[in-house]
């Protein structure tokens, strides 16, 4: 049992470090092969038959081993998944070759809970026989896993079953093992060394602090700017909830019910009431209230930037006025010609979205097209591609039988290898003895050698305290006092005591804040002139807004005036004819093809929103061309 234990430990072992995504079966055989060659011929022969019939029907093996760690294998580990696959291996393909005592053997050698549990899901006649044989089949062909599989299982099945009964008995056999009692921890006090008495230090005299300046009563009180604008704000809000309260109350009055006597309103339609509404409350969080003019801060760069723009088309239009009154001439018919080369472009913007609308519409009547001839070309391929996998199928039938004639071939070769196996155990035995005596003669030396290195660096470290503990018992010399006032007397220019230093640092420092005021106070005057400058740069631009506001609403009105026709050309004509020709030729293709127009796929609700986006603007597109006819149809009138 220790030697087929042996085996399916290294199969194990090599399915373990097996990576689909990353590994071929083909390399991976060949690199474990190399690592086999230390084995004996049995032992390698058997390993690399399991092994490559692991990888070959790796999906078979996983379809019952997932199925069994959901159903009764959920207490079992996943370091066991390769072990429960080679038990599926040996026993769905090779339990027919190895024999059913040689099979029993490995399945004695493996963990008895683990193997009971397994065999008894795996050779269950109702699981067999119903999704095992389904899923197989999705692999392969039904009839070859039902014949070759799924027969020969249910064959051996009664003899699994008595295998399944010692299990369960050696199972019960097995009684718990007892505790043992563990024995209590008894508490022993720490040697500890007696520390030294500590000697009592000299009190330090107490530091008397100098008395703090009293904290100003600025620092808890808000500027009077800060109290200014919060009053600002105060008021400005009471004014807006006031002006939004008014809104929301005249917006009420047009949203409630007229009464039963009142007559209907001019314009309006009277719909039938079911039944009377309910009374409209009035709250302060419902408001419809939104302004249409919101005021926009501009920050300085804005505002000299604005400005310095509407300077520049002043002075611009100064300089025009000048030149008129020298004599210069009008702009008049180049702005009449500019009209018309505009009404121009217009007509032609129209005409090419007219053209565009005409290209998809062709466009898609040509999909149609190409969409029926790809259809007959699948049609004619999958008649060639069934005439293929009939060669392939009967191509891999005879490669199967090649390969299971070569199979039997290589157990009868491993049987007859069989019979070597106790001399190379003998020699094996004999030669871990010797090796084993070598390692311990070894090992006794390594330990005397480093209990002699220990011995030493222990000595070496007791003399190194000795001295330390000498050191430490030298007694140490106390500072000297030291004098604020006296000069230090080294010779060097400009020589000082520590207390004249502290006084013009004192003088320094009084320097730099009278400094420091006068800047605040050049930084102030700066800031009120440039913020005279911007009061003033905003009115201006006040002013320019308005004239411009102006000036834009005179030249809408005269845009709104005018409008422009498409005409139809030569190439809308053109694409017209075209797109009918395609429509023609796709019924006809239909008619001949007898197969019905394309089904159009469900869109989605993004694609739903873009072909309503679309429709929509469409129509607002044919709406204003109608206005326009209409407009200019009652001008010529006129």
Known sequence: MTYYGKCVEIVIEQLNKFR????????????????????????????????????????LLKVVVDAFYVRDGRLCLGSDYSLFEVTCYLAAFQLEELGF?????????????????????????????????????????????????IDLLMRWQPEVQVLIDQLQKVLASQAPLPKAK??????????????RPRAIPMP??????????????????????????????????????????????????????????????????????????PQIRRTPKLTFYRPDHVPVKLNTAAILREGALYQRQVEKELQRVDQLVDGAGDFSEFLEWQKKMQAQDLEERLAAGVCRRLQGKLSHEEAVLARQNLVQENKQRAGQKKEETAELMQQCAERRLQEERAAKELVGQVM????????????????????????????????????????????????????????????????KLVDLTQIPGHGLEGEMSVVELRERLALRREAGQRSEEEKRDRIIRAQRAKSQELRDAVEQI????????????????????????????????????????RAAERRRQEALLHVSAPRAPRPKPRAQLEAQHWLEQEQSRERRLRALQRECAARNAA
């Open 20 to 59: 689909p995504e990353r590994d071929r079966p083909e390399q991976f055989l060949e690199a474990a092969a190399v690592s086999f060659q230390t084995l004996s011929p049995q032992k390698q022969a058997f390993v690399l038959e399991v092994l490559s019939g692991c990888l070959e029907y790796r999906k």
């Open 101 to 149: 005592q040689l099979f029993c053997k490995i399945i004695r050698s493996q963990p008895a809970v683990l193997m009971h549990k397994f065999l008894r899901f795996f050779f269950n006649p109702l699981n067999l026989c119903s999704w095992i044989q389904d899923e197989w089949s999705l692999l392969f062909e039904k009839s070859h896993v039902k014949e070759n599989w």
């Open 182 to 195: 563990t024995k209590a921890t008894e508490p022993r006090e720490f040697s500890l060394t007696v520390p």
């Open 204 to 277: 330090e005299p107490v530091p008397v602090l100098a008395k703090p300046r009293p904290v100003p009563g600025s620092t808890y009180q808000s500027p009077k700017e800060q109290q200014q604008l919060e009053m600002v704000k105060r008021y400005n809000r009471w004014k807006a909830e006031e002006l939004l309260l008014k809104t929301n109350v005249q917006e009420l009055r047009c949203a409630m019910p007229r009464s039963r006597g009142e007559p209907p309103r001019k314009g309006s339609k009277v719909k039938p009431r079911l039944r009377a509404p």
């Open 416 to 479: 007859e290898a069989q019979k070597n196996v106790k001399v190379a155990q003998a020699k094996l035995l004999k030669g871990r003895r010797q090796t084993a005596q070598e390692v311990m003669e070894e090992s006794r030396e390594l330990l005397q050698h480093v209990a002699e290195a220990t011995t030493e660096e222990q000595k070496r470290r007791c003399e190194a305290i000795f001295q330390l503990r000498a050191l430490e018992t030298q007694p140490r010399r106390q500072g």
């Open 542 to 581: 006040a002013l320019c807004r308005a004239a411009m506001g102006r000036a834009a609403a005179l030249r809408w009105e005269e845009k709104k005036g005018r409008s422009v026709l498409p005409a139809e050309n030569e190439r809308v004509r053109e694409l017209q004819r075209r797109l009918e020709e």
